[in-house]
């Protein structure tokens, strides 16, 4: 069976001039018509490639043109359908986010991350409790996020969180800049933990939460747990996988 296929690109100059190329190669079954989508760009706009074509049921290949690349695929369209015909199959669960200001409640999803962050200068006080019991009972910090197994290599490594296999059924917790307690270094959860994070003294010090590119300003308390219901699938050339390059990320010095 032949793939049809649908291009899209991140406004990277590179990436738009790709563009055309592939799609006078290969033709462009558009949004609509095409059995896989392949992204040009980064992790960023793989990001909003996931978004943009959440329940659809299609899924994407990357091809890197920005700066790290974990969730994309090196660039060589000479051969992309031979590449398409093995590539191996990724799943990836977003999390669901529900933020409570005084006046509403948020929805929004995260295949990466959700982040809770401070609003001004003085640090956040925060309140961890885990399926219905309180874990950490004052967490003084900048913030504190919780990832995905595909979000583990973002902004959780660059704040020292731990690197999680794609199908390691974990999400990772990890705190940013934390004052007290001084040596909790965050946990790792099991991906059908009820997570509930309260901000304590939200008048005097105020939290932001955001999932992925939605931000609530100004919240009371954060529910965040794995969306089973929803799921997407990246595409990664044989002996490429997420996996690989999670485990080669470890072994960098």
């Not at 994309?72 to 200001?101: I, Q």
């Not at 007290?180 to 790792?188: D, E, F, H, I, T």
Request: glycine share 8%.
């Amino acid at each position: 069976m032949t793939v049809k296929l649908h291009f899209v690109a991140s406004e990277a100059p590179e990436a738009q001039a790709m563009l055309p190329r592939l799609r006078d190669r290969f033709g462009d079954a558009g949004p609509g018509g095409a059995s896989v989508i392949v992204a040009l760009g980064g992790d960023g706009f793989m990001l909003q490639t996931l978004h943009t074509f959440l329940g659809k049921g299609v899924p994407i290949y990357g091809m890197n043109f920005g700066s790290v690349g974990f969730l994309m695929n090196e660039l060589h369209p000479d051969d992309l359908p031979k590449r398409l015909a093995v590539a191996t199959e990724a799943k990836v669960h977003p999390l669901l986010m529900k933020a409570v200001t005084a006046s509403q409640t948020f929805e929004a999803i995260a295949f990466n991350e959700v982040s809770l962050l401070r609003e001004t200068r003085q640090a956040a006080k925060l309140r961890i409790t885990l399926d219905g019991k309180v874990r950490l009972n004052e967490l003084i910090c900048d913030g504190i996020l919780v990832s995905t197994p595909a979000g583990s290599t973002a902004y959780n490594l660059s704040a020292h969180g731990p690197i999680l296999p794609i199908d390691s059924a974990l999400l990772a917790m990890t705190p940013l800049s934390a004052f007290r307690p001084r040596r909790w270094r965050g946990a790792l959860l099991p991906r059908q933990a009820q997570i509930r994070i309260e901000i304590l003294e939200p008048q005097k010090r105020p939290v932001s939460a955001t999932a992925d590119n939605t931000e609530v300003r100004d919240v009371i308390h954060v529910e965040i747990a794995e969306d089973r219901t929803t799921a997407m699938t990246m595409l990664f050339d044989e002996g490429h996988s997420l996996d690989e390059r999670i485990l080669a990320e470890q072994f960098l010095y």
